[in-house]
C-alpha cells in the first residue's frame, strides 16, 4: 500500500505540503487513538503503508511481507512521519539506510531492526493478531490508555517530561477498581477481570 504516484506528479508545492500535513495528521491519529492498534502486514507495506503501520501500536507480519521507504527513487521523501517514526523504532543510522536507498527489506531484517514486534508464517498471521488482539483486550482499559499515552506522548519528549506522563498515568489507575481487581486478583491466584472501571 502506498500512494498514488499519478497524484504526487501534479501536486504542487503547496498541495504537497497540505497532503504531507494530512496525512501526518492521519497518522497522528491512529498513534494517538488511546487504545492499542495492531498493523497486519501480510504483503507489501511500502511508502504510506509502511507509514501507517509504523503509526500503530504493534506490527505483526508474515514472513512473505516487505517493508520499505521507496519515496527516494520519486525524487521525494516520506511525508507520513516516517523520517520521524523509523527513526524511533530503529534508530538514525537504519532509518537513512532504507530512506536513501529505498530499498525494501524482508521482513525479517524489519523483525531484526525493530519494526516488527511478531514474525510469523503467513497461514499463522491472522490467528497471530487474534491471539495479540485477544491478550490485549483482556488488559485494563485505564492502565493500557496510560501505559499508550506515556509511551507517545513522553516518547517525543526529554525524559523528565515522559517520566511527569509517566507518573500522572500511573496516579490515575490507582483510583480505578480495575487496580483493586488486578491486586485482589493476583493476591487470590486468580486472572483478573478488568471491566473499564
Known sequence: AGADISELDQQSPV???????RGQAMMRLV??????????????????G?????????RVA?????FGLP????????????????QRLCGRGNT??????????????AY???????????????????????QLARSAPHAMRGLLNAVVYGGDAPIDVGLAFETSAFGLCASTADKSEGTRAFMEKRKAEFRGE
Open 71 to 86: 519515496e527516494i527513487t520519486l525524487g521525494i521523501l516520506p511525508g507520513f512521519g516516517g523520517t520521524q517514526r523509523l
Open 15 to 21: 498541495v504537497s505540503a497540505e497532503f504531507s500535513r
Open 62 to 66: 508474515s514472513r512473505q511481507a516487505r
Open 50 to 58: 509502511m507509514e501507517l503501520a509504523m503509526a500503530c501500536s504493534l
Open 31 to 48: 498513534e494517538t487513538l488511546g487504545k492499542p492498534v495492531i498493523a497486519r502486514v501480510q504483503g507489501y507495506a511500502l511508502g504510506g
Open 112 to 134: 531484526e531492526l525493530g519494526v516488527v514486534q511478531e514474525l510469523v508464517e503467513h497461514e499463522a498471521l491472522d490467528e497471530a493478531v487474534a491471539r495479540l488482539a485477544g
Open 96 to 109: 537513512l539506510h532504507l530512506a536513501l536507498t529505498g530499498k525494501p527489506v524482508s521482513a525479517e531484517r
